[in-house]
């Protein structure tokens, strides 16, 4: 008789990172089960999290890698393939330089895969290696570690049961992080106050006590206009601002410029609810400030994020229980890949690129010049484009979707020599490419998750994946040793570009062996990461194995405890304090005006994730949102001619994608909402880019609406 085992798990999809128990039977997973220890998620799943095996289990799972051949995918074996990637890389690296090639790592995937997969990019030469946080919280990672010294939530989520007011700006929680919402629920409870800034009436507005209605990409202005009543009302924490901060004076001059009655006209939020958000944001013994996408996905996302970190410090709101600022991370590991370095201008543990010392000891080695940051996400889709990235490995992105300017992305990838993708699903970015190899899920694999409160949990393998498929950090150090060979052929022979050597490695590490490639398991990666990264040095997967609820880095050492709220003493700047930096008030990049008289902005449901490469594949979930819909406002929808659930046309200067109206007041006149996880919606969103952080302006681009036009 089969009996059922219960491996802990950690959820695929969001940053709160919920954990649960599959239930193995046979060796399949049969079921999931309630994890009421949790400290976050208390047994508790969104209907994301409920639906997770139905992704797993479902018969689309890639099972054998693929090369693409007259047009048609035709199934190889591993070796085939890995021998095909590996000659195709190491030829145009050869011929084109390290810089022709690009990656994009996934914050789906674990720290131990993204730690690997940046270091095949620096390994090869390059630092053209980013990930979806460039599309989601770039600006975090810039704004927080320039005014904090760290780009990281404070304090863990069940802290908001501390906070007597919770300020959300441009979060809808409730919807895509369902735990966040238990918490503020608590609060309130126990009498919190709640403020919600958003474009949208949404449920988590539902929650409000003053809900803020402003208008698409004025942020800025209110976070200015709050400033500047706390200060003309004598509400600033003057004892913090004078011992933990610098700039005051700079910005104090600055907000005076910003009264009631302009940011109104600015934000369309009246003079009154500035001034009762602002006094009930100042006057809380303990405040936390929230912000999502809704901040960070704009031109000014960096200014943005800046703002809310101004707003907190003048109040003295940060480095307390109930005091902070919670920057909601979307997918699940999206923090963990940052801090492993996926990203062009860091490497593991937030190492500047810029900072490393010269490391070319060998003339002929291929590592050029480390310190010159790589390309960012939009950045390396521009660049194969315009033909100078010639060879990409995508690991579970999916840019066709998730890029703005969604066929500009689609022609710039069908332009590359080789295209590369290895993921659980064949994706529209995976049905591009020239390989495609057929790789574990979360529940099919082991490896640690760092959620979006700095909580890194280890996720042990449940169950074995499908077919062929195999982990990801299995494939990319496959992919390496098969290209370490082949680099060792050209050794000598050809003179110019040539491996590097292990020891050529001074900030990308060693693997206790020798060969930098050579892992047993997961577990050696994270053990290579407590000793290459100094925030995880403490985070050793013993420890992991027995802290069911996790270790919050900063851990410095194998006895140190984690750190659940940052900056109780200090900040992590060179001196200690917080930096106040003022900002203006910078319209978006587009307009609303002549045929394109609606503002559009986008964002998620609750039943999709992202990209909704897992999501759509889920019967339950898709069930109840099966396709492409605008909201629109009663009074545009009657001005042009709109029914409830007609097919409409939504166009844009870049395109137009097509999509089932729904009427209702939840959007203001003049402004129409789609969300993201279909394709169609990043046809017609903006490349236009904050200038610091590199994120697009997904929030916020000039759009029409109008009856579905036909084809032809
Ligand atoms: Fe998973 Fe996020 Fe839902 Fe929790 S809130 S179950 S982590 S998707």
Redesign the pocket.
Known sequence: MSSKTFIPTV?P??G???AFYVVVEDGRAVGLEYMAEHPV?EGA??P??NAALEALNHPDRLTHPLVKRNGRFQEVGWEQALDFISHRLSAIRQSAGPDALGFLSSAKCSNEENYLFQKLARWLGTNNVDHCARLCHAPTVVGLAHTLGSAAMTNPIPDLINADCIFVIGSNFAEN???VARWVWRARDRGARVIVADPRLTPTAWLADIFLQLRPGTDVALLNGMMHVILTEGLADRDFIAQRTTGFEALARHVAAYPPSRVAEITGVSPAQIVAAARAFASASAATLIYCMGITQHTTGSDNVLACADLALMCGQVGRPGAGLMPLRGQ?NVQGACDMGALPDFLPGYQRVSNLRPQISNPQSAIRNPQSSGLTVVEMINAAYDGQIKAMVVMGENPILSDPNADHAREALSRLDLLVVQDIFMTETAELADVVLPAAAWAEKSGSYTTTERRVQWSPQAVQPPGEARADWQIVCDVARRIQGNLEELRGTQGGLVPPSSSEFLRVPQSSSDNPWDYASPVDVLAEINRTVPIYAGITPERLAAAPGGLFWPCPAPDHPGTPILHTERFATPDGRARLVPVDYVAPAEEPAGAFPLTLTTGRVVVH?NAGSMTRRSPSLLARAPALFVEVNPADAERLGLAEGDAVTVSTARGRAEAKVRITDTVETGVAFMPFHFEGTNRLTIDALDPRAKIPEYKVAACQVGPAKKEG
């Open positions: 959820c999809y969001c709160a990172g919920c998620s799943l969104c994301k999290g992080y369902a735990p699940n994730h």
